[in-house]
């Protein structure tokens, strides 16, 4: 990333190099633009914030204050005392998350490192196959699917969102990139060291492929996090349901429900993806910009 | 742990595959069960009758005639058509834009800083986003009617009327994902080598030069890339449509995607539903066909 930030701003040196003057014309355009469009991003995520904050009947005050002009903390407790079971939404929600990423990491690396290290016939076909299947969409496969769990009495229960989520050909072909990368030596000197494959994998190859695992787990953690399709097909009593769902039902009728609670509800939400995102932000960043550049 | 204790009878290139095949099959399982059996599955009921209770019976193309006849179907595609072209094209247009000006002379922090932001909202779900604009967006006490009548604008009546909705669920869209166009053509733009500008700028090139005969050459792989993914995405749009507006006012905004949902979960006709969601998996194979092939023309790889 360093280099990539080095590189850029000698490139944009020399670029700009013709100019003498530390400041130009272009440069002021740019800044306007960049900041016009950072503060029209941020307007309805302040807007969000003050209003969980305010009591209900400010929120429709105009102007409206883009800053809280009131600590109406209370709102925040409101969603737990609703009819929406909030705390129930929010495991519910946690419970699918953590199963899927933790089963992707599993299934992923492994195939990943089959795909990427090991010989076997029809591999290279196997592996096409897997990639192939990104081009399905999940509304071609919902109704099987949704037959199979009804059949396996797995509707209204979490397992019919955890199960189909448990592998990921975007994962396989993510891992499988980063295996492929590692130096072979590495391998030949553990065989030399009469390391298995099993071995070879364990305790070569996993212990080194942190980042490839991290770049998964953020993603897959997002996305299942603010999934909404599966759980709307699967997912229909109260105490089942994830947090996307109560929060749009929360809501209530076009837009009935108390805007403070509401937006309490929704910044409650947002918050661990935010929180995660400022910890990791650079790191987050990068890896989906990698993922992304080579999808 | 180490399998060549367990598997005495085998030679090293047969215990590889082994070892292969063992560690596929995980994915494999799920992918048989979750992407494989119910792809062909889907197929076939597309070809049914289908009945939840009565049972299932075979009818032919029925299904796939029947939708030359469908009037809402209809309308779901050219919504969900109109909608793909002007996200596509303002996502990442506008992401293009961001990612030139981020990439021109700034201190790292502010580029990190403003990349951030614009980054942010990609990570929020749709049902949060639309949950919020839904407030923002109403016509009395809506905070976007309410600055454009500052300069004047009358109000919008942006979710109860048919253009005007379409418009908002586009708006939105823009704002949701623009960033990660902007992301991604950032690191493009930043992986074109600099002495390509060098000797450009040797041989005279002016500013409006480099970009249009080296910026955007370079850049076409990743402008390919972009648009390819933001068109499959938007074909399937449909978290933000039944949150915002359920596919009203009327059918003014229901996304093919918001139909099958509907005829195939609520009126459980899952024989046209599934006939209807084949129709979208061919435009999308098409699609990924169709640009993978123009890419092989035009896009400058190195």
Same mark, same amino acid.
């Given at each position: 990333m360093a280099t990539i930030e080095a590189n850029a701003s000698r490139q944009a040196n020399q670029t700009r190099? #013709? =100019?003498? #003057?530390? /400041? @130009?014309i272009g440069d002021i355009i740019s800044y306007t633009i960049l900041t016009i469009a950072a503060i029209l991003v941020m307007m309805p995520l302040a807007w969000m914030f003050s209003t969980s904050l305010r009591p209900a009947q400010e =929120?429709?005050?105009? +102007?409206?204050?883009?800053? +809280?002009?009131?600590?109406?903390?209370e709102n925040y407790i409101a969603p737990f005392e609703s009819s929406v079971p909030f705390v129930d939404l929010f495991i519910n929600s946690m419970r699918i998350t953590v199963a899927v990423t933790l089963g992707q990491l599993v299934t992923c690396s492994l195939a990943g490192y089959a795909f990427a290290r090991l010989r076997f016939p029809g591999r290279d076909l196997l592996f096409l196959l897997l990639l192939g299947s %990104?081009?399905?969409?999940f509304q071609v496969t919902i109704i099987p699917i949704f037959l199979l769990m009804r059949d396996l009495g %797995? /509707?209204? @229960?979490p397992l019919a969102i955890i199960l189909p989520g448990l592998i990921s050909a975007f994962g396989v072909f993510l891992m499988r990139q980063f295996f492929k990368q590692m130096p072979q030596e590495l391998f030949d000197a553990a065989r030399v060291d009469g390391a298995g494959h099993v071995r070879s994998f364990l305790q070569i190859a996993l212990p080194l492929a942190g980042p490839a695992m991290a770049t998964l787990a953020i993603i897959t953690f997002n996305a299942t996090w603010n999934a909404y399709f599966l759980p709307l097909v699967f997912l229909n009593s109260w105490h089942k349901m994830t947090l996307p769902q109560g929060i749009a039902l929360l809501?209530?009728?076009?837009? =009935?429900?108390n805007p403070s609670v509401v937006m309490a509800a929704v910044t409650m939400a947002i918050i661990p993806v935010l929180i995660v995102f400022i910890a990791l932000q650079r790191w987050i960043i990068e890896a989906l910009t990698r993922s992304g550049l080579k999808g | 742990m180490q399998k060549s204790g367990l598997l005495p009878e085998l030679t090293p290139r047969h215990r590889e595959a082994f070892v292969g095949y063992l560690f596929i099959l995980p994915t494999y399982v799920g992918f048989t069960i979750f992407i494989l059996y119910p792809l062909i599955e889907s197929v076939r009921i597309s070809f049914q009758e289908f009945s939840l209770l009565r049972g299932s019976t075979y009818i032919g193309f029925d299904n796939y005639v029947q939708m030359f006849a469908d009037a809402r179907l209809r309308i779901a595609y050219v919504n969900t058509i109109i909608f793909t072209l002007f996200a596509v094209f303002f996502n990442a247009g506008i992401g293009l834009i961001l990612a030139v000006m981020l990439n021109r002379r700034l201190p790292v922090l502010m580029r990190n800083l403003y990349r951030s932001i614009f980054f942010?909202?990609?990570?929020?779900a749709h049902t949060y986003i639309a949950v919020i604009w839904r407030f923002l967006y109403h016509?009395?006490? $809506?905070v976007v009617n309410y600055y454009l009548g500052v300069f004047g604008v009358e109000p919008i009546p942006w979710l109860s009327n048919a253009h005007w909705a379409m418009a908002a669920i586009i708006i939105l869209d823009v704002w949701k994902n623009t960033g990660f166009a902007m992301l991604v053509f950032l690191a493009g733009l930043q992986s074109i080598p600099n002495e390509y500008y060098e000797a450009a700028q040797l041989d005279g090139a002016n500013e409006r030069q480099l970009f249009f005969r080296i910026t955007i050459p370079m850049l076409s792989p990743t402008i390919f890339f972009i648009l390819v993914i933001f068109m499959i995405g938007a074909l399937q749009v449909f978290d933000t449509i039944i949150v915002l507006t359920? $596919? $009203?006012? $009327?059918?003014?905004?229901?996304s093919v995607v918001l139909y099958v949902y509907e005829i195939a979960?609520?009126?459980?006709n899952m024989g046209y539903a599934a006939a209807v969601s084949m129709t979208l998996f061919a435009i999308i194979l098409m699609l990924t066909a169709l640009q993978f092939w123009i890419s092989r023309r035009w896009v400058h790889y190195e």
């Amino acid at each position: 990333m360093a280099t990539i930030e080095a590189n850029a701003s000698r490139q944009a040196n020399q670029t700009r190099g #013709k =100019s003498r #003057k530390p /400041i @130009n014309i272009g440069d002021i355009i740019s800044y306007t633009i960049l900041t016009i469009a950072a503060i029209l991003v941020m307007m309805p995520l302040a807007w969000m914030f003050s209003t969980s904050l305010r009591p209900a009947q400010e =929120s429709y005050h105009l +102007p409206p204050a883009w800053l +809280p002009t009131d600590f109406r903390w209370e709102n925040y407790i409101a969603p737990f005392e609703s009819s929406v079971p909030f705390v129930d939404l929010f495991i519910n929600s946690m419970r699918i998350t953590v199963a899927v990423t933790l089963g992707q990491l599993v299934t992923c690396s492994l195939a990943g490192y089959a795909f990427a290290r090991l010989r076997f016939p029809g591999r290279d076909l196997l592996f096409l196959l897997l990639l192939g299947s %990104l081009m399905v969409p999940f509304q071609v496969t919902i109704i099987p699917i949704f037959l199979l769990m009804r059949d396996l009495g %797995l /509707i209204d @229960n979490p397992l019919a969102i955890i199960l189909p989520g448990l592998i990921s050909a975007f994962g396989v072909f993510l891992m499988r990139q980063f295996f492929k990368q590692m130096p072979q030596e590495l391998f030949d000197a553990a065989r030399v060291d009469g390391a298995g494959h099993v071995r070879s994998f364990l305790q070569i190859a996993l212990p080194l492929a942190g980042p490839a695992m991290a770049t998964l787990a953020i993603i897959t953690f997002n996305a299942t996090w603010n999934a909404y399709f599966l759980p709307l097909v699967f997912l229909n009593s109260w105490h089942k349901m994830t947090l996307p769902q109560g929060i749009a039902l929360l809501t209530g009728y076009m837009g =009935s429900g108390n805007p403070s609670v509401v937006m309490a509800a929704v910044t409650m939400a947002i918050i661990p993806v935010l929180i995660v995102f400022i910890a990791l932000q650079r790191w987050i960043i990068e890896a989906l910009t990698r993922s992304g550049l080579k999808g | 742990m180490q399998k060549s204790g367990l598997l005495p009878e085998l030679t090293p290139r047969h215990r590889e595959a082994f070892v292969g095949y063992l560690f596929i099959l995980p994915t494999y399982v799920g992918f048989t069960i979750f992407i494989l059996y119910p792809l062909i599955e889907s197929v076939r009921i597309s070809f049914q009758e289908f009945s939840l209770l009565r049972g299932s019976t075979y009818i032919g193309f029925d299904n796939y005639v029947q939708m030359f006849a469908d009037a809402r179907l209809r309308i779901a595609y050219v919504n969900t058509i109109i909608f793909t072209l002007f996200a596509v094209f303002f996502n990442a247009g506008i992401g293009l834009i961001l990612a030139v000006m981020l990439n021109r002379r700034l201190p790292v922090l502010m580029r990190n800083l403003y990349r951030s932001i614009f980054f942010f909202p990609v990570l929020i779900a749709h049902t949060y986003i639309a949950v919020i604009w839904r407030f923002l967006y109403h016509y009395d006490t $809506g905070v976007v009617n309410y600055y454009l009548g500052v300069f004047g604008v009358e109000p919008i009546p942006w979710l109860s009327n048919a253009h005007w909705a379409m418009a908002a669920i586009i708006i939105l869209d823009v704002w949701k994902n623009t960033g990660f166009a902007m992301l991604v053509f950032l690191a493009g733009l930043q992986s074109i080598p600099n002495e390509y500008y060098e000797a450009a700028q040797l041989d005279g090139a002016n500013e409006r030069q480099l970009f249009f005969r080296i910026t955007i050459p370079m850049l076409s792989p990743t402008i390919f890339f972009i648009l390819v993914i933001f068109m499959i995405g938007a074909l399937q749009v449909f978290d933000t449509i039944i949150v915002l507006t359920q $596919g $009203g006012p $009327g059918d003014a905004t229901r996304s093919v995607v918001l139909y099958v949902y509907e005829i195939a979960f609520r009126t459980f006709n899952m024989g046209y539903a599934a006939a209807v969601s084949m129709t979208l998996f061919a435009i999308i194979l098409m699609l990924t066909a169709l640009q993978f092939w123009i890419s092989r023309r035009w896009v400058h790889y190195e």
